[in-house]
């Protein structure tokens, strides 16, 4: 089995942003295991900027994105470091390989990254993979490894994702306000828990949160993979997933599987306008597979880009998909409700191809 292991910087670092070496160690020997027992396991780690905090003494995290910058590239390193020291107890050896954005949007890179992970695996290394924070930007970036480490679950073709958190699971409601919430054990691929809104990032320390794990295993689902989210904490975890034995929440994998470019259009882009269209439009774009044309517009929101994510949605705002404008809101306005016919041979007659179009 290949499986794509996340772990979070609330659970990898104390109070005070320091890593906490007995976690450190508890995943690594947990991986030896897997790894002893014939299964491939890739780790998608946080914590770089927590440490680079903790490195430099500065008491509380920044928000500004240069600071974040900075404080990845110092943190980085000692991350690395503490992985190595305890693998090397095993005799593995980490391999550190940081992604950005494009390594999936991008064809020739995202080859090019499958492949290199592919011969680390084969050379009996253990990739340990984090967002390139360095150099990303707020405009082009994850915002959270959750989303990496499902997308990457796809590149690999996993057969699990497993994301470590410091809850148990997916509740039913907040259990840190509501005494009756339950552990939902199983989630299936078309369930409405998998667009339920459970709240933003846990910890001051970290960028994800219940809503990023929901949003990775609705990625993971739809790239056929079973993805399990689970407590950090929990001794013997990653074991005890991996063994069936039934720890966490499961989400289903879909029977429906879409392409990276497309798992990112849909679930992991910044959402920045939408589309009203009719119902034709709608049952043209449902159906057969069409590209969103200008006369089934009906109105335009957001002051979006060409290029950039927008939803596409009925009067009634039930959304029909998701995708990547050719046009700028702009443009689409001034072409909406006109036939092909009608507009300027010199401008784009499509609003949002059927290549870059995911139905809901």
């Known amino acids: 089995m290949r499986i794509v292991l996340k772990i979070g910087t609330?659970?990898?670092?104390?109070?005070?942003?320091v890593l906490v070496p007995s976690v450190i160690a508890s995943v690594a020997d947990q991986i030896a295991d897997l790894r002893s027992s014939g299964h491939e396991v890739l780790l998608v780690t946080s914590g770089a900027v927590a440490?680079?905090?903790?490195?430099?003494?500065?008491g509380t995290r920044p928000t500004d994105t240069l600071s974040l910058q900075a404080l990845s590239a110092v943190g980085q390193p000692q991350l690395m470091a503490a992985y190595n020291s305890e693998l090397a107890r095993h005799q593995l050896v980490g391999a550190q390989v940081l992604l950005v954005p494009n390594d999936f949007v991008d064809r020739n890179q995202y080859l090019h990254a499958k492949n290199t992970l592919m011969r680390l695996i084969e050379l009996g290394c253990v990739p340990i993979i984090n967002e390139n924070d360095a150099i990303a930007n707020n405009e082009i970036r994850y915002g959270d490894n959750d989303h990496l480490a499902?997308?990457?679950?796809?590149?690999?073709?996993a057969d699990m994702l497993l994301l470590l958190t410091d809850t148990d699971g997916l509740y039913t409601s907040d259990p840190t306000s509501d005494v009756t919430a339950t552990l939902v054990a199983k989630v299936a691929a078309d369930d409405p828990l998998m667009s339920v809104n459970a709240g933003g990032s846990g910890t001051a320390r970290g960028s994800g949160g219940m809503a990023s794990k929901l949003a990775a295993a609705r990625i993971a689902s739809w790239s056929g993979v079973t993805a399990v989210i689970a407590s950090a904490k929990r001794e013997n975890v990653v074991r005890?997933?991996?063994?069936?034995?039934?720890?966490?929440?499961?989400?289903?994998p879909h029977d429906r599987s879409l392409s990276a470019r497309k798992l990112w259009i849909a679930f992991a882009a910044d959402v920045v306008g939408?589309?009203?269209?009719?119902?034709?439009?709608?049952?043209?774009?449902?159906?057969?597979?069409?590209s969103l044309l200008p006369?089934?517009?009906?109105?335009?929101?957001g002051s979006f880009l060409a290029g950039d994510v927008v939803d596409v949605a009925l009067p009634d705002g039930q959304v029909v998909g998701r995708g990547m404008s050719s046009v700028d809101a702009d443009e689409a306005r001034a072409m909406q409700g006109k036939r092909t016919a009608d507009i300027d041979a010199q401008r784009s007659t499509v609003v949002v191809h059927r290549d870059d179009l995911v139905i809901f």
């Open 10 to 17: 609330s659970s990898l670092t104390n109070d005070g942003g």
């Open 51 to 58: 440490s680079g905090v903790a490195g430099l003494g500065l």
């Open 150 to 157: 499902a997308l990457l679950s796809h590149l690999v073709s």
């Open 240 to 252: 005890e997933v991996v063994a069936g034995a039934g720890v966490g929440t499961t989400f289903a």
């Open 274 to 290: 939408s589309v009203t269209v009719d119902s034709g439009a709608a049952d043209a774009l449902r159906t057969a597979g069409r």
């Open 295 to 301: 006369a089934g517009v009906l109105s335009v929101a």
